[in-house]
């Protein structure tokens, strides 16, 4: 299971995410959250990936592996929308550095909406902890 990769590209989503900080500091707040939910995803990941590399928790995981599956894949998708999403900002246009980084903000903030209902910090948030508790379930079954 390509947990290492998911747990990359939340660093990779992060990495994204800072670049907003500079051109538009009103949304800095919310900027950093994203970031920080994408850190403690990517942390959340690899030791979910070592505690199923463990052969002590291998009957655990099997128990569980469609939970992880799933959240895998949503995780895998989430990010590929966002980095869809960032490639607005290479596109050509005559307007201002911070008015593309706050119109792709925009843009990010009503996919998501539109999609679930929810911000993507919220949806970031349910994963983390959906993450967490599959590893404390796992380990101590």
């Keep these: 299971m ?5 747990a990359e590209s939340a660093q990779d989503i992060a990495a994204g995410f800072n670049k907003f900080l500079e051109p538009v500091p009103e949304i800095s707040t919310d900027i950093t959250a994203l970031i920080s939910e994408c850190y403690a995803i990517s942390s959340g990941l690899r030791e979910l990936n070592t505690t199923i590399e463990d052969p002590i928790y291998y009957q655990d995981f099997e128990y569980r592996y469609n939970d992880v599956a799933v959240v895998k894949e949503a ?3 989430t990010f590929k929308d966002v980095t869809r ?7 050509p246009t005559h307007i201002s550095r911070k008015t593309a980084y706050h119109q792709v903000w925009r843009e990010i ?8 209902n929810a911000s993507l910090c919220g949806r970031l948030e349910a994963s983390r902890l959906f993450l ?6 796992i380990i101590d079954g």
């Design 2 to 6: 390509a947990l290492i990769a998911v």
């Design 75 to 77: 995780l895998d998708y």
């Design 85 to 91: 999403l960032f490639g607005g900002l290479s596109r």
């Design 109 to 116: 903030a009503d996919f998501f909406y539109q999609e679930s």
């Design 132 to 137: 967490a508790e599959l590893t404390y379930l």
